[in-house]
């Protein structure tokens, strides 16, 4: 069974402070993915990278930067985190084009 | 508008019954999967479909990308099924990104 892991589970920031939710993965997949989810909503992509040292933009990447080290790891950076970002964050790793596996979300609360 | 649309919104069940949930693409998909976030938020890989259907256990899942639907069906529903269920679409082949749906509550009651 895959095995993606997050942390902090959860986080309270400071606006305009900096945070890094960190995301490890031992399935050997290619593929990272960031998403955030806001309350009854569906997830939406931030950033994702396909290899490592690389990262790309996904559909909502404004206030967020990404690094991908290794293949195992991918973290996102708010460089200064703003109140409209509290949410529930998401990692998850696939193979190309192939099943997502989820890790089990950071709550982050910006006050 | 959304470019997955999710229907429906919302949906209580008693135990044992049999349900559809239906997500519409006003995209191009290519692949489909469907996940269930359950009650503690984590999220659970139902589907991955590419055209055609699915079968496991008492879950059914079709994707119809000429028609730009999915469905998945939930047959003697149990009160473990409760949760979210959401749909994403792959957007494009080659893309690998997911846009998920907002969504269906399901509750299942004794």
């Known amino acids: 069974e895959a095995a993606v892991t997050q942390s902090p589970r959860s986080k309270v920031a400071v606006t305009g402070g900096k945070v890094t939710l960190s995301c490890h993965q031992t399935?050997?997949?290619?593929?990272m993915y960031w998403y955030r989810q806001d309350t009854g909503h569906g997830l939406r992509l931030i950033h994702y990278?396909?290899?490592?040292?690389?990262?790309e933009k996904g559909d909502i990447p404004d206030g967020y930067k990404a690094s991908r080290p290794s293949q195992e790891n991918f973290s996102l950076i708010l460089e200064l985190a703003s109140l409209s970002q509290t949410a529930v964050y998401f990692c998850?790793?696939?193979?190309?084009?192939?099943?997502?596996?989820f890790g089990p979300g950071t709550r982050l609360l910006v006050l | 508008g959304d470019k997955v649309k999710q229907s429906p919104s919302a949906l209580s069940l008693q135990e044992g019954t049999n349900s559809a949930l239906r997500c519409n693409f006003s995209?191009?998909?290519?692949?489909v999967q469907w996940f269930l976030q359950n009650p503690r938020g984590s999220l659970m890989n139902l589907f991955y479909?590419?055209?055609g259907t699915k079968e496991n256990g008492r879950l059914k899942s079709a994707f119809d990308s000429k028609e730009s639907y999915s469905t998945l069906h939930i047959r003697d529903a149990q009160l473990e099924d409760s949760g979210t269920y959401f749909c994403?679409?792959?957007?494009?082949?080659?893309?690998?990104?997911?846009?998920f749906g907002s969504g269906t509550q399901l509750t299942v009651m004794p």
């Open positions: 995209i191009a998909a290519t692949t």
């Open positions: 998850a790793s696939s193979d190309q084009g192939d099943t997502q596996y």
């Open positions: 990278s396909y290899v490592a040292d690389s990262t």
């Open positions: 479909l590419v055209p």
């Open positions: 399935n050997n997949h290619d593929y």
């Open positions: 994403a679409a792959e957007a494009s082949s080659g893309s690998w990104q997911l846009i």
